[in-house]
């Protein structure tokens, strides 16, 4: 099979090829590309070929950080895993050389290749190693099928998201969707008080503004908010790609904590995107049921009351290009354990 790799600069062919795959992430998507483009990052759209075929996509972009700069690949490359063992060794090839031409310490994959010793023992072959960081990029992703009636997905639901969503309800709560730049400087303002509760790093509004514009140019975004007694207390950004509806980015304050207004806006979510055809409703990551400790331990439980079930992929892979990469890999070894992953 005589791989090839080449840049892709249509977005007609690279839907196509998406379209073809439907993989279960955005973020090998057209808008995904032009939304990291936007932001000023050097980009690479790839295509993988057997000569004139498309087999594969690869959306690759540089991170560039005194700690070590990297080339990422982000929930790709898209390819069928069974051929794995005959298209990475040429992906890699052609990226090894870019790599060094762009000054890149290391190349770091996030795959949505099943987590199996199989595809363990293909990176391994390549010189691969895990990468010390966790969750990237979600490894672990929590679905629902959303191809049953409504009535068979909320009876999968747990007892608790199905009361909490009939209180919202009785409660008055209100949601409404929304695209508007308005309602994601409304949206930012409780996602930063979420963060400073929860301790995690927010991503910039820039960041968020640049998801929303990118996205919205085919109507594939929409920012939820949930409202009591005209107050907005929840909040959450969906990104609709590859058949899929997939909530990206939540927020909610603590007033008013006995109204179950979080469980109310995704059930809505999940009731829009059923509407509009879409056969799965992705609530990104989370971790495991025995992780406890976890950070995100009340968060995945939130997601799981919904019912559905999990979907894991191979852990972060790394291939060293230089010896700054293990200064990268210390500092996110401490950040690691800072943040309690």
């Known amino acids: 099979m005589p791989i090839n790799i080449k840049t892709i600069e249509s977005a007609i062919e690279w839907r196509e090829a998406e379209t073809f795959f439907k993989p279960h992430t955005f973020l090998q998507s057209w808008e995904w590309t032009l939304s990291q483009e936007a932001l000023g990052r050097k980009i690479f759209r790839l295509g993988i070929y057997d000569e004139n075929k498309i087999i594969g996509l690869a959306f690759v972009y540089f991170i560039k950080a005194k700690r070590g700069s990297f080339l990422f690949c982000p929930h790709g490359p898209i390819i069928d895993w069974q051929k794995a063992d005959i298209v990475l060794p040429t992906l890699l090839e052609y990226l090894i050389k870019l790599g060094k031409e762009i000054k890149a310490d290391f190349i770091r994959f996030s795959p949505l290749a099943g987590d199996s010793p199989a595809n363990q023992k293909i990176f391994k072959k390549l010189n691969f190693r895990p990468a010390p960081v966790h969750m990237m990029h979600p490894e672990l992703s929590w679905m629902v099928d959303l191809t049953p009636p409504l009535e068979t997905i909320l009876s999968g639901m747990e007892k608790r998201t199905r009361y909490s969503i009939r209180k919202a309800e009785k409660d008055g709560v209100e949601i409404i969707s929304s695209s508007s730049q308005n309602d994601l400087d409304k949206f930012y303002e409780i996602y930063r008080q979420t963060a400073d509760r929860q301790g995690f790093v927010p991503y910039a509004k820039d960041y968020l503004e640049k998801e929303l514009q990118s996205f919205l140019k085919n109507d594939k975004i929409k920012i939820y908010l949930a409202y009591y007694q005209k107050e907005l207390i929840a909040a959450a950004m969906v990104v609709y790609a590859n058949n899929s509806a997939f909530y990206h980015h939540g927020a909610s304050i603590r007033k008013f904590s006995n109204i179950t207004a979080s469980e109310s806006l995704q059930f809505e979510a999940i009731k829009e995107a059923k ?43 790394d291939y060293i290009l230089t010896v700054k990469y293990w200064l990268n890999y210390l500092i996110e070894i401490i950040r690691k354990i800072k943040r309690g992953y």
């Open 275 to 317: 509407i509009n055809g879409l056969s799965y409703y992705n609530f990104w990551g989370i971790v495991k049921e025995k992780e406890t400790k976890h950070p995100w331990a009340g968060l995945s439980k939130f997601k799981r009351g919904f019912g559905g079930f999990e979907e894991e992929y191979l852990h972060a892979q």
